[in-house]
């Protein structure tokens, strides 16, 4: 028997080496002028962004330059941004382009939401949990997601990380109408990304391929799915930290994120990620080196509830012939926690910033809507005990 399921999933997507030279025509097709959100200063002081700008003219599209973002978008970043646009007095031939990392993508993907969609004071009106309940009434521009790092698969989900200072918070702007229109990965783009960039977002990747696969909300498409990606990534991520410029590391794992994203966007998380958002709200830690953390943590942590899914990870991500379940999967987690050493990433939450005080914060900060696919509950104090023992 087949459960049923639902699967959303960007309307089009374009994937292979080189083929950002499409973007012109894919753009020109809804849009007359176009909003353009910078994310990467490396691709911008490479003239890479200024060339795809440079071919939408060329093709006759308008382009208008929003912001450059150097950070995860804030409350007040968006809502800049929002000015902007009614500065210009959108139209519906107006589109949105972003062309960078987790960050830029989400801030484009609120941008051209929030362009339709005029009712709030701010952005905050509209967040999960911290809002005033407020949804979109009309549908987004259009939205093309570039991105250019491998990782956070926001290229293929519906919602916008948004964060806030004071009070602190990291919340979602979620709408199934907020799905990017088209996709256009060109891993060609994430060659300059450096490897610190190449380990925390390539490891957010995993983690999200992994926990989207034991999610207790998966099905079998995301699984599928998770397989795939991780068949690809597992091997390539270590590559791709080492020697940047290799085509088929960067391939595989602009592949793997894309996949990571598909199966999040349908399946949801764990607890690797509802912690993550937590530290980065308090500890300021990066989203993909806060989840590379936690996900041995997590994965020992769930451990004894999906020692089934783990061995069948191990044996076909892995090639592992191993009969027993309980030694498959012991492995797989052990081969996590070697690629984690091998690509720089630190074994403690004390090397992230995070301290004994923090942790009430962490634990009530992450009970977000990342954390729902978990596969099982798990109490406050035991998360805190958890987490008290990882520092
Ligand atoms: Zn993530």
Not at 199 to 216: F, K, N
Request: aromatic share 4%; with cysteine.
């Amino acid at each position: 028997m087949v459960r049923q399921y639902n699967l959303l999933l960007p309307r089009q997507v374009v994937f292979g080496w080189g083929r950002r030279a499409e973007l012109p025509e894919l753009a020109a097709a809804p849009c007359r002028r176009v909003f353009l959100v910078r994310g990467s200063r490396t691709l911008d002081a490479l003239g890479l962004i200024d060339e795809i700008a440079g071919g939408l003219r060329t093709s006759g599209v308008e382009v208008v330059d929003l912001t450059t973002v150097s950070r995860e978008p804030l409350v007040e970043d968006v809502d800049d941004v929002q000015a902007q646009l009614l500065s210009h007095r959108v139209s519906p031939e107006d589109g949105v382009i972003a062309v960078g990392g987790g960050a830029a993508i989400d801030l484009g993907k609120a941008a051209a939401a929030l362009a339709t969609n005029q009712h709030g004071d701010s952005v905050q009106d509209f967040l999960e949990g911290v809002g005033r309940g407020f949804t979109l009434k009309q549908h987004p521009l259009p939205f093309i997601a570039v991105p250019t790092t491998a990782g956070t698969g926001s290229e293929a989900t519906k919602n916008a990380v948004i964060s806030s200072t004071d009070p602190q918070f990291k919340k979602s702007l979620r709408s199934d109408w907020m799905m990017p229109q088209t996709v256009v990965i060109d891993p060609e783009l994430t060659v300059s990304a450096p490897p610190t960039v190449t380990a925390h977002s390539g490891m957010d990747a995993l983690t999200q391929l992994i926990e989207s696969y034991v999610s207790c909300r998966a099905q079998p498409v995301t699984r599928a799915l998770c397989i795939e990606g991780l068949q690809a990534g597992l091997p390539a991520v270590e590559e791709a930290y080492r020697n940047g410029n290799s085509r088929p590391a960067r391939e595989a794992m602009a592949h793997a994120a894309f996949l990571s994203g598909v199966a999040l966007a349908n399946s949801g998380l764990g607890i690797a990620h509802g912690v993550a958002a937590a530290l980065g709200v308090h500890c300021n830690a990066p989203h993909g080196l806060a989840c590379a953390v936690m996900l041995p943590v997590a994965l020992k942590l769930n451990r004894s509830w999906i020692t089934h899914d783990l061995a069948r990870l191990a044996r076909l991500t892995l090639q592992l012939e191993i009969a027993s379940d309980e030694e498959a999967a012991r492995c797989f987690i052990e081969r996590i926690e070697q690629i984690c050493r091998h690509v720089g990433i630190p074994d403690r939450l004390s090397e992230i910033g995070a301290t004994a005080g923090q942790i009430p914060d962490i634990v009530r900060s992450s009970h977000g809507n990342s954390r729902r696919g978990n596969p099982r509950e798990i109490s406050d104090d035991e998360l805190a005990q958890v987490l008290e023992e990882s520092l």
